[in-house]
T-cell receptor
């Protein structure tokens, strides 16, 4: 079953604009991670935010986490054509042993138009 | 380059056949995870190994099995293949168990399996 659900499913914006993607999840988590996937290729880790953090930055990326609402957002500022990809949130649920792997949402497909 | 190597990159086989997918984790990573990605199901966690032992099972069919060897590489065996098994199969590795520490997973480029 899907733990995280990204919204929107697809997003198309002009180069230079900001892109915001949202993720909702269902159970308590240790942390939430965002990954990027270029078409048909492997996933690349972007950023990890711990359950006790509310906001984190990495370059042009800003991630927020609201554990009370079980939601997170990923903001990409000053988008570039190379940012075109699918973006996934992933959670590792709190459970004994922490051995449940990462649970991914279905992703947001982001298209940056030049 | 994530440091995770998967072979083969592409595999085309007939229904009813058996295939083996191979994964070499990043140097030093003890955990290996297998995922299946298809258009309708998205990314599904299949199974996890840690230092040679199975640690967790996800949505893995009984026709599928996996193992992690002493050198930490892992193999995913898919048998009695059906058309619906066509998907991208990813291997990921991490230095420790996800959930115990705030660690990230590093993904390979995947094996694209087509069952005809």
């Amino acid at each position: 079953s899907q733990q995280g659900e990204e919204d929107p499913q697809a997003l198309s914006i002009q180069e230079g604009e900001n892109a915001t993607m949202n993720c909702s999840y269902k159970t308590s988590i240790n942390n939430l991670q965002w990954y990027r996937q270029n078409s048909g290729r492997g996933l690349v880790h972007l950023i990890l935010i711990r359950s006790n953090e509310r906001e984190k930055h990495s370059g042009r990326l800003r991630v927020t986490l609201d554990t009370s609402k079980k939601s997170s957002s990923l903001l990409i500022t000053a988008s570039r054509a190379a940012d075109t990809a699918s973006y996934f949130c992933a959670t590792d649920a709190r459970s004994g042993g922490g051995a449940d792997g990462l649970t991914f949402g279905k992703g947001t497909h982001l298209i940056i138009q030049p | 380059d994530s440091g995770v190597t998967q072979t083969p990159k592409h595999l085309i086989t007939a229904t009813g056949q058996r295939v083996t997918l191979r994964c070499s984790p990043r140097s030093g990573d003890l955990s290996v995870y297998w995922y299946q990605q298809s258009l309708d199901q998205g990314l599904q966690f299949l199974i996890q190994y840690y230092n040679g032992e199975e640690r967790a099972k996800g949505n893995i069919l009984e026709r599928f099995s996996a193992q992690q060897f002493p050198d930490l590489h892992s193999e995913l065996n898919l048998s009695s293949l059906e058309l619906g098994d066509s998907a991208l199969y990813f291997c990921a590795s991490s230095v420790s168990l996800l959930g115990n520490e705030n660690t990230e997973a590093f993904f390979g480029q995947g094996t694209r399996l087509t069952v005809v």
